[in-house]
Each structure stands twice: as structure tokens, then as C-alpha cells.
């Protein structure tokens, strides 16, 4: 016989989800049809529950942080003999009485962590993606564009603006190479140079070319650049 559970959630309902799907391993035989019903905030959207589980003589596990909906969800699923299992009641009273401090009932919280989270992951990948020139053709899908010469520091500018939850790309500015016509056509506000002291910048190269003299590449010479000035147009 199929058997119907209702997830009931103020959030999206995955914490509810997850959990019944590690428990219903240990019921082989029995099947099951699931119903999500997320972001349930009012008293009338839990009767508009209560009357589909009674409709289906279903159960409903529910994960409410609002004391006043659990009760409500309790007090309805009783009068209409419906079973429903509370997975946040239980926890979060035991929390606090632990920490002696009370939950603050505000809904979707982890849900906008969450997001929050994944944002900044994607902002992360695109930095690393988008870094010293790379997929140019992808700059109007940037947030933040850092243009720079050698040893500005715009790699790691990118990827801690990235943390911020930026989508940052750099592209190198690079003496007898064209620049990218796609910079021209991006917003200003979203376009940034960064710039250094010339007795500074020689400093790093130099430092650079004395390592990659000592057995890396010996190709590179930065020599006859000391100081070149660029046409800003």
C-alpha cells in the first residue's frame, strides 16, 4: 500500500527531505510518495496541509522553527487524527536550554546562509577562471575587471574580491599585444587599473628575473622594458 508523507517547511524543506530519506532505508517494503510543501509561514497554508494528509491519510513531518505553527500543526494534526512528527521542536528546545539562550524563530535562515555560500563558491571558480587574461569573451559576465601590468597584484586582488562574493576577472596589460576590444565596450564603473610606484615594480621584476635566471626560464628578460610609457588612448 502506498503511503503518503507531507514535508512541511517554512524554509525549502531539504533538511526535512534529507532526513526522511535516511530513515526510509530501513523500510525496504514500504512504499512511499513524498510531498514538499516549503515556505509554509501561516496558520492557513498548515490547514491547507492537514486537509490533503487527512484527504490521502497521510503523515506529516514538519521542520517549523515558529513555537506558535508547531503547536498549531500539533493541535490540528490531533483533531483531524493525523500523525505529525515535529523534527525542530524537540532540538531546538534542548539547545537552549543548553545555552541558555532562546532561538531567534526566524524562518529560511539556513536557506539564505546556504545560498549565500554557493554564491561566493561561483564567484571563486570565476576568478580562477577568468584569471590573467583568460575566456576575455566572457568579461561582460564579470562584476569587477582589474587590468594591470606584470606584478600588480591582480591575482590575488581577484580571488580575495572573489571571497567577497565577486565576480572578478583580470587581464594583463602587456607591452606589443593588443588590448582586448571587449574592455572598451564594458560599463567604466565596472572597469579598474591598477597602478605602482616604477621603482617598486622593477624591484619585483628584477627579484622574478634573478629566479628565473637561476634554472627556470631563462627566456625571460625584462631588461629592455625598464620604464615605457603607453598611449592611454
Known sequence: MLQNVFIVSDGTGLTAKQSLTSVLVQFEL??????????VRTKQQILDVINEAEEFKGIIIHTLVSRDLRHFILKKGRLYNIRTIDLMGPLLAQLSHHFEDTPTERPGIFHKLNKAYFQRIEAIEFALRHDDGQHVDELDKADIVLLGVSRTFKTPLSV??????WKVANVPIILGFPFPEIVFKLPPERVFCLTTFPNKLARLRRTREKYFLNGFDRNIDYSPFRMHSIDPA
Open 30 to 39: 514500504i512504499e512511499i510518495q513524498s510531498h514538499v510543501r516549503p515556505n
Open 160 to 165: 580575495y574580491m572573489s571571497y567577497k562574493g
